[in-house]
């Protein structure tokens, strides 16, 4: 079945530093998405990337959705104490979403 | 706009005790419905999911059933708890025919 498979599993960065982290699919998707889960919370949808190629921005985070359509990126400039937290991409598979396992920020200040 | 509730918020429950979480949707109609299980520092684990009244699809074998009463009311049942049904389990919804999915707050369960 379908995999999809994030890296690196943890980062821990200073406040200021740029972070990305990578996303990889077993299989062609249709789209992929990103969520954010604070420490505690629940995780919420940022983003759906729908185009081969496709490059989204939101402020300092840009997302890419790779030409093959099955891998992207999540890369944050300059991160913030406020991005902390867990950040996971997912793939369509019928109804449902295969999540991957996240990668955890954690920005010391 | 359509909020997503769950109860209770947090929950210990001895070994062999039966469990009871609900899930509601306002604000949408026939809504894709979730249960998910998340481990301490782990992934989000899919149980079960739902397209319709009482239309279920489990993609675990295990302890856990759910079921679905009504349209925006999704329940995840035990008969009897185990040590390993501990984790944090989370309610989502998505509009039919869209991927994006909206979660819940969450019931964190201990079972002891």
């Known amino acids: 079945g379908q995999q999809v498979m994030q890296i690196p599993q943890y980062q821990h960065v200073q406040e200021g530093e740029d972070f990305t982290t990578y996303c990889n699919s077993s299989?062609?998707?249709?789209?992929i998405q990103w969520y954010k889960q604070r420490p505690g919370g629940h995780p919420v949808f940022l983003i759906q990337?729908?185009?081969?190629?496709e490059v989204k921005k939101q402020k300092r985070l840009t997302f890419q959705f790779g030409e093959a359509k099955k891998n992207s990126s999540l890369h944050i400039t300059a991160t913030q104490t406020t991005d902390v937290g867990t950040y996971f991409c997912?793939?369509?598979?019928?109804?449902?979403?295969?999540f991957g396992k996240g990668t955890s920020l954690l920005v010391t200040p | 706009s359509q909020t997503i509730h769950q109860w209770p918020a947090t929950l210990v429950q001895p070994v062999g005790s039966p469990l009871s979480l609900e899930c509601t949707v306002e604000g949408t109609s026939n809504p894709n419905l979730y249960w998910y299980r998340q481990a301490a520092g782990r992934g989000l684990q899919l149980l079960f999911y739902s397209v319709g009244i009482g239309q279920i699809s489990s993609e675990v074998p295990q302890n856990l059933s759910a079921s679905r009463p009504q349209d925006r009311q999704f329940i995840l049942s035990s008969k009897k708890l185990l040590l390993s049904d501990s984790g944090f389990y989370l309610c989502?919804?998505?509009?039919?025919?869209?991927?994006?999915?909206?979660f819940g707050p969450g019931t964190r369960l201990t079972v002891t």
């Open positions: 989502a919804w998505s509009v039919p025919g869209t991927y994006e999915q909206y």
């Open positions: 299989t062609t998707l249709s789209n």
């Open positions: 997912a793939g369509p598979t019928g109804y449902a979403l295969n």
């Open positions: 990337l729908v185009k081969s190629g």
